[in-house]
């Protein structure tokens, strides 16, 4: 909640240039932005709860958490720009006066978009960056890991190494025989050479472990490999 009133309250600091007034010499807060708070909450909550977006789990937010984010960010704007408009329509039939300003600021609906977007996925984020790279480290310490095979599997294995609540392992680097995949980097681990380099790989970079990650090697290629 508190950041679905702080993104409205920033969209409408920047279009008025961090001035409390508009250009008619009129307060911003009173005029629009408090009569619109209640409606902008009822919306971001009815869509980020239609969405199930209070159901997950920071700490594993991840791209789909993401794009969660900005269907409900978008939905929930789409629906205050109707209510706006609708709320005009209907006080006008009434001949009275509307409860959100005519002239509302065309710009807070993008601005209003782009900053709960940022602040609601940049929390998700923050919170599992913290819980990754903030993990205690194991007492027998960390053991230097080299992972064979730089594919799905070997992705989703060193993917999993991050998650882990205490850091065990240190993966130094892949090595794998696929001539695309060679010097590229996988979340930020580089692919160190192919698998006949592994001896002086191990040598040169201390490696303690090694974690084939080949689902697909037959027999011959896991006995090359060991």
């Not at 720009?81 to 709320?87: A, K, N, P, R, W």
Request: aromatic share 16%; proline share 5%.
């Amino acid at each position: 909640i508190v950041m679905f009133a702080a993104a409205p309250l920033a969209s409408f600091l920047l279009r008025f240039d961090f001035s409390l007034y508009n250009q008619w010499g009129l307060s911003w807060v009173t005029y629009y932005f408090i009569p619109a708070l209640p409606l902008l909450l009822a919306t971001k909550l009815g869509a980020f709860g239609f969405f199930r977006l209070y159901d997950g789990w920071w700490r594993y937010a991840g791209f789909k958490d993401l794009l969660g984010v900005v269907k409900a960010t978008y939905v929930s704007t789409a629906m205050f720009f109707l209510l706006v408009y609708f709320q005009y329509w209907f006080f006008a039939t009434l001949r009275l006066p509307p409860l959100i300003s005519e002239g509302f600021p065309r710009s807070i609906y993008l601005l209003d978009f782009g900053l709960t977007v940022a602040m609601v996925g940049g929390a998700r984020m923050i919170a599992r960056l913290w819980h990754e790279e903030m993990r205690p480290i194991s007492r027998e310490g960390v053991t230097r890991l080299v992972i064979v095979g730089a594919g799905n599997a070997g992705a989703g294995l060193l993917h999993e190494i991050y998650r882990m609540p205490v850091e065990r392992f240190q993966v130094v680097g892949f090595v794998d025989d696929d001539p695309a995949k060679q010097n590229a980097r996988i979340m930020d681990v580089p692919v160190l050479g192919t698998i006949d380099k592994l001896p002086e790989i191990c040598r040169a970079e201390k490696v303690q472990e090694i974690i084939i990650a080949i689902p697909s090697a037959n027999r011959s290629q896991l006995q090359r490999i060991v």
